[in-house]
């Protein structure tokens, strides 16, 4: 009975956020400082929650993020002028999604640091490439995007937050959620019950990507001009790792809370302490390594371990 009130109580708050989330626009002004400051936290959540759809359950860190985000931002850039949004915000995904496929078909036979690495090395290349090729073939470094109304940017994030949602919860309750949790904790074992590891982590770390490329579409709306250093910003491969630490990956909610809550302290720390805050970064992870090794979600679940002793005790 418990279980089924817990779980009648957070479709409920499920609902109200999406309900919030849909008519903040009609409180706030759709040119706002505002506006687009909750579209960039919704990027950091779609980033740390695809991020962790493939490094959660398997324990891979991939550092490729803004190598997948920063397709999505020259798709945007190549086609803007020429296709309806819509459209170009999905080829920037399944651009991502490809690119993927291809490097992960390649490479998820690396384990550990070696995968790492590679995913690293693999935005310090597209984006050298990219550089390349405009540099000697188009004449040019960078090229200029048609940039939409704030809200628009906005609705945008919405749609892919609420997709990138669905996608995690339908994946970690499907075969492929349950295969996944095998290989992270024993490949070898996983392989010998009948699973195709390889396509598994190849098809995972594609969908995750995806989701990647379709943000990166969608946020390069808000420059007026990109480049490779802009699209492919390696900061964009560390800060979902970060957030996932610090909100923790075994609930979908808890890389949410971890993203939500390290952007609102980047903005505070880059506005109100621009000298420093990479100080305050490095020490905000050091005290929640030290005190909170599991992150938001493993205070959250302490918390509630510790009430239903309470209550039995009691009882």
Request: net charge positive; with cysteine.
């Amino acid at each position: 009975m418990k279980t089924r009130k817990t779980k009648y109580g957070y479709t409920i708050i499920s609902a109200m956020l999406l309900i919030l989330l849909v008519l903040l626009p009609v409180f706030i002004s759709s040119e706002s400082y505002s506006l687009i400051f909750l579209a960039n936290i919704l990027m950091y959540v779609v980033l740390t929650v695809s991020w962790a759809i493939f490094s959660g359950p398997t324990g891979y860190i991939s550092l490729a993020t803004s190598a997948f985000f920063g397709v999505g931002v020259y798709s945007t850039a190549l086609f803007s002028d020429a296709l309806p949004l819509a459209v170009v915000i999905i080829i920037g995904g399944l651009g991502s999604f490809c690119l993927a496929y291809l490097v992960g078909s390649v490479t998820l036979r690396l384990k550990g640091m070696y995968f790492t690495m590679f995913t690293f090395g693999l935005v310090e290349l597209i984006r050298n490439l990219v550089h390349w090729y405009e540099v000697n073939i188009t004449g040019t470094v960078g090229r200029m995007v048609i940039t939409p109304e704030s809200i628009t940017i906005y609705y945008a994030m919405v749609i892919i937050f609420l997709a990138v949602l669905l996608a995690s919860y339908l994946i970690k309750r499907s075969k492929y959620g349950l295969a996944l949790q095998g290989i992270g904790e024993s490949e070898d074992a996983a392989a010998h019950t009948g699973i195709n590891v390889t396509r598994v982590k190849t098809v995972t770390f594609a969908v995750s990507a995806f989701f990647m490329g379709l943000t990166g579409a969608a946020m390069s709306l808000r420059w007026s001009y990109v480049d490779p250093t802009m699209a492919f910003d390696i900061s964009r491969s560390f800060m979902p790792v970060l957030m996932a630490i610090f909100g923790g990956m075994g609930h979908l909610y808890a890389p949410i809370a971890g993203a939500s809550i390290f952007s609102i302290l980047e903005e505070l720390f880059t506005t109100k302490f621009p000298y420093y805050y990479m100080l305050l970064f490095g020490l905000t992870m050091l005290l929640v390594i030290r005190f909170m090794p599991l992150g938001i979600e493993g205070v959250i679940e302490r918390l509630r371990r510790r009430n239903k002793l309470v209550v039995t005790e009691k009882s």
